[in-house]
């Protein structure tokens, strides 16, 4: 396949919703009826503007349609026990600690720092073990994607947790230790490898049986100015684990989204060899024309718009940074949706002129539509 073929899907459009129509025509670059957008709000963001912040959504029925008045809880961080304050320990492991609440945790040790512990280790049981806890019975998972498909949505098998392949390594053996070790070659690190790659293919084998139309799957590749190592040490010894974990959906013509934090552009063409549909890499760390150059009409981009902007521009300044990203990756065959999130640091009048910007730009149907 050419750096500019498209991987063909085997999505079907039949008994589809409008909002599920509308995103599959985009990432089959097929002339969408309007450019998707998604604006996720954290829940310490929730947490600290409360009323205020459901106003706000409110007003903008076609950006969060599916929102309903009084049944927000503003203190509930969510399922995800990173939200919470604290320490928590994963299935692998891991020790978490959380400093703020409705933000995420951040891994401070692994059981594999030291690879003295490697051959005693005991990963944990795909079939039985969870991120935290154990797993929900598969029946359920099934009945959802089942129940997803009879409403007319995009029937996705989540299932990962984020940073669940490259991240995970360091999460158990250390950052620094890590880099150290892939940079002199020690063989240890394949067999770290192979440990959690096994655990993922489990689990991704396990949706696309129940049938997952689609597959949803998050882990930062990048740092903010560069990769974390070489793009010719990342073809060694991490694109082959995406090339295994996403050959399944790449073979079947399943549609696979990935979010990446970080700079990426190097290695965009590794992750649409890999399979990734629908990419969501961030503005600020690759640039717009880095991305017109490596990824705009290669791949379906999810764009992240510029969070590290948001807390310390004026509504005038966001509206110009979205109207710059969307005129500058724009499309009319589709290939584009915008994606926006704000932190409890972004002020209610730049979250309510983000919505607004988006609904302009993207032409966002009555929200009985979407």
Request: glycine share 8%; charged share 25%.
């Amino acid at each position: 396949m050419s750096d500019t073929e498209r991987r063909p899907l085997s999505i079907s459009r039949e008994g589809r919703n409008a909002r599920t129509l509308n995103w599959i025509k985009m990432v089959e670059f097929d002339h969408p009826d309007w450019t998707p957008c998604q604006f996720s709000l954290m829940p310490a963001t929730w947490m600290k503007y409360r009323a205020e912040l459901e106003a706000v959504v409110l007003a903008h029925p076609r950006v969060w349609p599916d929102f309903a008045a009084g049944t927000k809880d503003y203190d509930d961080p969510g399922t995800n026990p990173l939200y919470e304050l604290g320490e928590h320990i994963d299935c692998w492991g891991v020790v978490w600690n959380n400093c703020e609440r409705g933000l995420d945790s951040m891994a401070i040790s692994g059981p594999l720092e030291d690879w003295a512990a490697l051959d005693s280790y005991a990963p944990p049981n795909p079939m039985t073990q969870d991120w935290f806890g154990p797993r929900r019975p598969w029946a359920e998972a099934k009945a959802e994607i089942e129940a997803a498909k009879a409403r007319g949505d995009l029937a996705t098998g989540p299932g990962l947790p984020h940073g669940f392949m490259y991240m995970n390594l360091f999460y158990l053996h250390g950052f620094d230790n890590l880099m150290m070790d892939l940079g002199s070659g020690d063989p240890r690190v394949f067999k770290l490898i192979d440990m959690v790659e096994g655990y993922n293919q489990v689990v991704i084998n396990k949706y696309i049986e129940m049938g997952a139309e689609h597959m949803s799957f998050a882990g930062d590749l990048g740092l903010q100015k560069s990769l974390p190592m070489s793009p010719r040490m990342w073809r060694k010894y991490i694109k082959p684990s995406y090339m295994h974990l996403y050959a399944p959906m790449r073979e079947r013509g399943i549609p696979i989204s990935q979010h990446t934090d970080g700079h990426i552009l190097e290695i965009i063409p590794d992750l649409i060899e890999a399979g990734v549909t629908l990419l969501n890499p961030q503005i600020r760390a690759n640039g717009l024309e880095g991305l017109q150059q490596v990824a705009m009409g290669r791949v379906a981009l999810n764009q992240d718009l510029d969070r590290q902007l948001f807390p310390f521009a004026s509504p005038a300044e966001v509206q110009d940074h979205i109207h710059e990203v969307f005129e500058g990756l724009y499309l009319p065959e589709g290939g584009l949706m915008l994606h926006a999130e704000a932190e409890p640091d972004v002020s209610l009048k730049v979250i309510d002129a983000i919505a607004t910007t988006l609904e302009e730009v993207c032409d966002l149907p009555p929200a009985e539509v979407i």
